[in-house]
């Protein structure tokens, strides 16, 4: 079966700081790949989406960045945090297929930018 | 483009009370629709889709049936626990396109 992690769970970090969050999927090969903030009693908004390694679709202009190394492996990075960064950071992944796909989350990263 | 309009919240019930999370959408052509369940502290985890018009999508003793002529996919459920206490989100996509269009979510408290 498929699986999908997200490390830390947590994390504090003061402004200016650098960040990195690294989501991977296990029991699937070539997933779509999602990142997604919610902000505090917030929707969700999509903030970047990859079909494969090296191919990022960035969303919404932003402080932050987003990675894919391996098939499997998606990280969101940013050099310089800012106060507005903090949120419940989703992964998500897909089957690619010629019908509408089904997103499956991680449990997120709550990050406070402080 | 696409949009999904959620009912606002909080909404706050009491155990075995009825329920009924309105979910509007827009969209071009045939989208899947789906209803997401976000329990505190957690990611998203799927609770229901459905990819054709007038089917119903259920799990969980929740149920929502796609209605194309009122552009609607409507949550409910006939007796709600404590446990049913979450933040509901109603989605959509369209074919051909990788991504979710997610509604604002609607935070479901349900009372002993």
């Known amino acids: 079966s498929q699986t999908i992690h997200q490390w830390p769970a947590t994390l504090v970090q003061p402004v200016g700081s650098p960040l990195s969050l690294e989501c991977t999927v296990e029991?699937?090969?070539?997933?779509?790949l999602y990142w997604y903030r919610q902000a505090a009693g917030r929707g969700l908004q999509l903030l970047f989406y990859s079909v494969g390694i090296g191919q990022i679709s960035s969303e919404v202009p932003q402080n932050l960045s987003a990675s894919r190394p391996q098939d499997r492996q998606f990280i969101l990075s940013s050099k310089k945090l800012l106060l507005s960064d903090s949120g419940f950071y989703l992964c998500a992944w897909s089957v690619p297929s010629a019908t509408q796909e089904t997103q499956y989350f991680g449990p997120g990263t709550r990050l406070l930018v402080l | 483009g696409n949009s999904v309009t959620q009912m606002e919240g909080p909404v706050t019930l009491s155990e075995e009370a009825f329920l009924t999370i309105n979910c509007t959408y827009t969209a071009t052509g045939y989208p899947s629709l789906f209803w997401y369940v976000q329990y505190p502290g957690e990611g998203l985890q799927l609770l229901l889709k459905a990819t054709k018009a007038d089917d119903k999508g259920s799990n969980k003793g929740f149920e929502a049936t796609y209605r194309k002529e009122t552009t609607s996919f409507h949550l409910e459920k006939g007796s709600v626990q404590v446990s049913d206490s979450a933040v509901y989100f109603c989605?959509?996509?369209?074919?051909?396109?990788?991504?979710?269009?997610f509604g604002t979510g609607t935070r479901l408290t349900i009372i002993p």
């Open positions: 989605a959509l996509s369209n074919f051909g396109n990788e991504k979710l269009t």
């Open positions: 029991g699937t090969s070539n997933p779509n």
